[in-house]
């Protein structure tokens, strides 16, 4: 049942106290937002991955401002009760502070979400994530896997494989909670490496493909739904196939047609 207040970012560290699991889903539109929201679920991420799900892209890279700022409003419009974080696309934040500054407020004053998502290292945006939360924007920060950065990478690869690298993440995620953000997504990281996270920041971890230890879980709501490719990421578990449902269905209403049996006389006015 939907609570009647909605979530605030106290909601988060109060989540991680009472060591009490943090369930996040992704969300491009009204509809399934409504869905969510209904089902139980608080916290709805717009994420970039709509490039992937949605758009037909093949990542999150061609994902523009205007296209996540135009689906991050359809899902405040589906959950209004919903804490709804929007996901800032590829070079909407990286290039000039006073321009993401400008871009990641366009979010809370037109898009009416509550947050913002940024992927990077702390020596990349420590500093402008300190400049959001002075401005009264709430951030939450992404390490491990950073989609946006798979050109660079060649590819998604496991992040902190090594006892160096695992080092590194510790730190980021250190300094990423004293930069001011109030959540940290950890993306394919090895699970005890994740839980060496955890322990060291205040902040919750929102872990995907990051195992069990983390503060909470975020998923792509199409890997859920079964809604996708017949590819599905290890990370990822499949509690329907909606899919093969509706390619059913289509097909159905396509013979009927075809076969004039729809529109009957129930359909007819």
């Known amino acids: 049942m939907e609570t009647e207040k909605k979530p605030t970012v106290s909601y988060f560290r109060r989540k991680k106290e009472k060591q009490e699991k943090i369930v996040i889903l992704t969300a491009y539109d009204a509809t399934f937002a ?35 700022l135009d689906r991050c409003a359809a899902v405040r419009r589906g959950a209004p009760k919903a804490f709804v974080i929007g996901d800032m696309p590829f070079m909407t934040y990286q290039a000039d502070p006073a321009e993401a500054l400008h871009n990641a407020a366009r979010y809370l004053k037109e898009a009416g979400a509550d947050a913002i998502k940024l992927e990077g290292s702390a020596a990349a945006t420590a500093a402008l994530i300190r400049q959001m939360v002075a401005a009264g924007i709430p951030v939450m920060a992404h ?10 990478a060649g590819g998604y690869r496991l992040a902190g494989k090594t006892e160096d690298a695992a080092r590194r993440l510790i730190v980021e995620a250190q300094e990423l909670e004293a930069a001011g953000v109030f959540a940290i997504v950890l993306e394919c990281i090895p699970a005890e490496v994740s839980r060496e996270i955890t322990a060291a ?9 990051a195992g069990k230890y983390c503060d909470g879980q975020v998923q792509v709501v199409h890997d859920l739904l079964g809604l996708g490719s017949d590819f599905l990421p290890k990370h990822a578990k499949r509690y329907v196939e909606l899919g093969s449902q509706i390619k059913q269905a289509f097909r159905t209403y396509a013979a009927e047609v075809r076969e004039q049996e729809f529109p009957g006389e129930a359909n007819s006015f």
Do not use: C, H, K, W
Request: cysteine-free; hydrophobic content about 45%; aromatic content about 4%.
């Open 201 to 209: 920041v205040g902040v919750p971890t929102i872990g995907i493909g």
């Open 34 to 68: 409504r869905f969510a929201r209904e089902s139980g679920i608080e916290v709805l991420l717009v994420g970039d991955s709509m490039g992937n799900t949605v758009l037909g892209y093949d990542n999150t890279i061609p994902v523009t401002l205007e296209q996540s």
């Open 143 to 152: 390490i491990g896997l950073m989609p946006q950065q798979v050109l660079v």
